[in-house]
């Protein structure tokens, strides 16, 4: 059995020392962060999930209009061209999140934050926006206005 | 009055031997030159941040977070609590002239090449002090939770979900969820009034000591002048007499502007209304929004916005690294690189400021 004064028994104990200091601060420093990580991720929350909605009366809707209506959280853009046709996309804007509207000097649909343009098919026709809007059905039951998710 | 100043100096001295400290300030000195006066910026900023604070906390006393109450308290400020108007106008101005001035300042260091060895870094804690109070103004910008920050807050929080990998949770992170809710308004209050104070002041006063070590910077034309050569002023008292007139002076303006241009409150933040024609962020980060206007949809292979703030990341990371790769400088040289790279920037972002205001 080597004596402890041995060098190599006194580095083998530095060593050790050492490893189990650095451990024992790392494995400290993660028992502090992981909380505080998981504590500012926000909890997934139940939400109502919402496949149609009533609009409103067609009467409600004047030809060569915009509304935005509650669909759940999230905005959706109806539109009623100057034939009377009613079609609906989701507001917010695939460039930045903006929350777009419907211009009938333009004939288009318009985000005011950057300049992107739709037409009534919602495709991206000018401006920064990459894709199209989504689109979502419309169907008329009776003199009601009712939006589906496609 | 003065006997009693004396005993207490006297009192204070025996315990905490205060005439080291003034020893040190009477052998401190400022290079005088003909660019002297941008050395007065960095105190203007110390002093706006001094204003931000006072009256930040002041608006604390009445000011509620919330979907529900932020717009209403605001509103409460500014028509009924006494002289709250004046508060929160002071507030909204010296945030603005608080960007100025710290821009002012950098762009002084930068084409002084003061940032240069061994100032590198005082330069990257004063760089990093642009991006927490530039931060400071995005996230006090929606607190009165109206229709302009309510959007200026999904733009400014999408651009961050662009980012590959860590975009995604970050954006929820920053919103406390997948949109800019009461939940977001929460956070960026945290943020406003607790987290980027404390780090704020912690850089400021690593910042203050790497100047108080090291002295004011000399321009590089002055380099090779004798110590003896250089003329310089004390900087106690000229110097600080000189800076606190100005201080004056600022305050002045900044009073001058909250009364007479009182900052609007707008209208209350409406998620179910579209965006409102004519929005603009603020001027610091108009060159920004400005740019993305013009980025299309799609470059080569990958999306616009993504192109875009790749460029301003690469941009901005080539700026806050100008002392590593201006050898020159530090050689005693002018890098005619730098002067164009700055006059660029400088030019890009007046012009596009510009276009951004008139559009």
């Not at chain 1, 024992?24 to 909890?43: D, E, M, N, Q, R």
């Not at chain 2, 009364?259 to 933040?269: D, S, T, Y």
């Not at chain 2, 916005?305 to 080539?318: A, C, D, P, Q, S």
Request: aromatic share 16%.
């Amino acid at each position: 059995m080597p004596a402890v004064s041995d060098p190599n028994v006194q580095k083998d104990k530095r060593d050790f020392l050492r490893y189990f200091l650095i451990g024992g601060v790392t494995a400290w420093f993660a028992a502090v962060i992981y909380p505080i990580i998981s504590y500012l991720k926000p909890p997934q929350q139940a939400e109502v999930i919402v496949k149609s909605v009533k609009a409103g009366k067609i009467a409600d809707f004047a030809n060569d209009t915009g509304t935005i209506i509650k669909f759940g959280n999230k905005p959706v853009l109806l539109v009623r061209n100057a034939k009377g046709e009613f079609k609906a996309f989701s507001a917010t804007c695939t460039h930045l999140d903006c929350t777009v509207q419907y211009r009938n000097d333009f004939g288009l649909i318009w985000c005011a934050c950057h300049n992107g343009k739709y037409d009534l098919n919602g495709k991206n026709v000018s401006g920064p926006p990459p894709r199209p809007l989504e689109v979502y059905e419309v169907a008329i039951q009776g003199d009601e206005v009712l939006v589906h998710k496609s | 009055m003065s006997k009693f100043i004396a005993i207490m100096y006297q009192w204070l001295e025996e315990r905490f031997h205060l005439s080291k400290a003034v020893e040190f300030m009477n052998k401190k000195y400022v290079p005088v030159h003909r660019h002297s006066v941008w050395y007065y910026f960095g105190g203007v900023s110390l002093f706006l941040f001094i204003v931000q604070v006072i009256t930040g906390i002041l608006l604390l006393m009445y000011y509620k977070s919330g979907e529900d109450q932020a717009f209403e308290s605001i509103h409460f400020i500014m028509s009924k609590v006494q002289f709250g108007w004046l508060i929160r106008s002071i507030h909204s101005w010296a945030a603005n002239l608080f960007i100025l001035a710290i821009m002012i300042h950098m762009f002084s260091v930068y084409f002084e090449r003061a940032y240069r060895k061994p100032r590198e870094l005082t330069w990257l804690s004063g760089m990093l002090m642009l991006f927490i109070a530039m931060t400071f103004g995005f996230s006090g910008y929606l607190l009165p939770w109206n229709e302009v920050s309510y959007f200026a807050t999904k733009v400014g929080t999408d651009i961050a979900g662009v980012i590959p990998v860590i975009g995604e949770p970050m954006l929820i992170f920053l919103r406390g969820g997948e949109d800019v809710t009461g939940a977001t308004l929460s956070r960026f209050f945290g943020l406003h009034v607790a987290i980027l104070p404390v780090a704020f002041s912690l850089i400021l006063g690593i910042h203050l000591l790497f100047v108080q070590v090291q002295g004011m910077s000399t321009p590089i034309h002055m380099q090779h002048l004798k110590e003896s050569e250089i003329k310089k002023m004390p900087f106690f008292p000229n110097f600080v007499l000189r800076d606190l007139l100005l201080w004056l002076i600022v305050l002045n303006i900044l009073a001058i502007l909250a009364v007479f241009f009182p900052w609007e409150l707008g209208n209350k933040a409406d998620p179910f209304l579209p965006a409102p024609a004519g929005i603009k962020p603020e001027w610091y980060f108009l060159f920004m929004f400005q740019t993305l206007k013009y980025i299309p949809g799609h470059i080569l292979f990958i999306d616009g916005e993504l192109f875009g703030i790749l460029m301003f990341g690469v941009g901005g990371l080539l700026w806050m690294m100008v002392p590593f790769w201006d050898r020159e400088s530090s050689q005693g040289k002018i890098n005619k690189k730098v002067s164009y790279f700055g006059l660029f920037i400088v030019a890009f972002i007046i012009t596009l400021t510009i276009i951004g205001w008139l559009a």
